[in-house]
C-alpha cells in the first residue's frame, strides 16, 4: 500500500507521510490471511537458512500483538502449521519490543539449560488492528514477519548482553481500549475507533527516543563494548525521525543504523527481525560483528539485544 492509495482514503499527503516518518510504502496481508500464516514463511526460511530440523526445536516463542485468535496463542497455532512435534510454545505479548525480549528468553532458556534450539519469531497483521479512517495512525502501520532459530555454543559469539524494560504508567499512550477484559467489544466502542490502535504519537516519539537511546547504551555496557566497536545498529522502524534522534543520541554514524522504513512501514514486533535478516542478506553483517538492536513500543516498553554475530 502505498502513499497515494492513503491519499485516496484519508486527509494526507505523500509528501507529509514521507518528511514525518521516511514511509513510502507498507506491506498489507490479504483478508483471510493471519499472523500465522506470515510468522510460517519467516520460520520456513529461518530453519532452512539454520540447516536445522524441525524435530530439533524444543521452543518456538512469537512476539505479537495481532495473534490468529484471542485464545490459543499465535505460537500453538504457528506450531501446528510448522510440525514442530518437540516444541513448547508460547507468545511475547510486547508491541514492537517483542522480538528482542523472544531473544532475551530464548538466551536465558538456553543458558539454563531449558531448550537447546529455539525458533524467535516477530510477526504483525497490524492491518487488522489499524483504524484506517484515522490518519494519525493507519499510514504507519505494515503487516510481516521475521524470525530466527537460536542455539547455544561454545564459541563466544551469540547474545551477550539484553535490557528489557516496561512502564505500564503510560500504557495510555499508545493501546486499544476496547477488546479485552477491561472494556469487552461493543458496537459503540467500533463506531467510535476504540476497538483499534489509538496513540499520542508525539509524546510516544519523546519516550522512544530516550529510552531507546538508554537500552542501546545499557547493553553496550554491561557486555564491555565500546561503540566504536559497534558494526550496525539494527532499531524498530517506527519514524525516520526516531532512528536519526537515536543515532545523534549515541553518536554513531547513521550509516551504521539500519534502515528499511521507507518499504514496510512500522510492522511492530517483526521490524526488527526483518531489519536484522535483510542487513544480513545484503552483506551488511559479517562474522565476529557486534550488532546492537533496539526497540520500543506500547506498553509502554523498550528493550535492546547485542549481539557478537
Ligand atoms: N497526514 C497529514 N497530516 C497529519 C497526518 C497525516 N497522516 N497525521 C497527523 N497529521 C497532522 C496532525 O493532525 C497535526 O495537525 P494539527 O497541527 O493541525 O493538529 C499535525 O499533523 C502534527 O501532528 P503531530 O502528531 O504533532 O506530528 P508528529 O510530528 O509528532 O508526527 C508521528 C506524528 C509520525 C505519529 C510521530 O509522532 C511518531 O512517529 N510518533 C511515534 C510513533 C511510534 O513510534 N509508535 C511506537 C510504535 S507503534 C506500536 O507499538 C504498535
Not at 496463542?73 to 523472544?102: H, R, W, Y
Not at 505494515?142 to 548482553?161: E, F, N
Request: charged share 25%.
Amino acid at each position: 500500500m502505498t502513499n497515494a492509495d492513503f491519499e485516496r482514503i484519508v486527509d494526507t499527503s505523500d509528501e507529509w507521510i514521507v518528511s514525518r516518518t521516511g514511509i513510502k510504502e507498507r506491506r498489507i496481508a490479504d483478508e483471510g490471511i493471519a499472523s500465522s500464516d506470515l510468522a510460517v514463511a519467516a520460520c520456513e526460511k529461518a530453519l532452512e537458512a539454520s540447516g536445522c530440523s524441525r524435530e530439533e526445536i524444543d521452543l518456538l516463542i512469537v512476539g505479537t500483538v495481532t495473534p490468529d485468535y484471542r485464545l490459543p496463542s499465535c505460537a500453538c497455532v504457528v506450531q501446528e502449521k510448522m510440525g514442530l512435534p518437540n516444541a513448547a510454545a508460547f507468545d511475547v505479548v510486547a508491541a514492537c519490543t517483542g522480538f528482542i525480549n523472544g531473544l532475551s528468553i530464548a538466551n536465558s532458556y538456553i543458558a539454563s539449560g531449558q531448550a537447546k534450539k529455539i525458533l524467535v519469531v516477530g510477526v504483525e497483521k497490524l492491518s487488522s488492528i489499524a483504524n484506517y479512517k484515522d490518519r494519525n495512525t493507519c499510514v504507519l502501520f505494515g503487516d510481516g514477519a521475521g524470525a530466527a532459530v537460536v542455539a547455544g555454543d561454545d564459541t563466544g559469539r551469540g547474545v551477550l548482553s539484553t535490557f528489557m524494560r516496561s512502564d505500564g504508567n503510560m500504557r495510555e499512550l499508545l493501546w486499544i481500549k476496547a477488546g479485552g477484559s477491561m472494556h469487552a467489544f461493543s458496537e459503540e466502542y467500533a463506531a467510535s475507533g476504540e476497538d483499534k490502535v489509538l496513540m499520542n504519537g508525539s509524546e510516544v516519539f519523546k519516550v522512544a527516543v530516550k529510552e531507546m537511546g538508554n537500552a542501546a547504551r545499557h547493553v553496550m555496557k554491561d557486555a564491555g563494548v565500546d561503540q566504536s566497536d559497534i558494526s550496525l545498529v539494527v532499531p524498530h522502524q517506527a519514524n525516520i525521525r526516531i532512528i536519526e534522534a537515536l543515532a545523534r543520541r549515541l553518536k554513531v554514524d547513521l550509516d551504521k543504523v539500519y534502515m528499511n522504513i521507507s518499504k514496510y512501514g512500522n510492522t511492530s514486533a517483526a521490524s526488527v527481525p526483518i531489519a536484522l535478516d535483510e542487513a544480513y542478506r545484503e552483506g551488511r553483517i559479517k562474522e565476529g560483528d557486534h550488532i546492537v538492536m533496539v526497540a520500543f513500543g506500547g506498553g509502554l516498553i523498550w528493550g535492546s539485544a547485542l549481539v557478537k554475530w
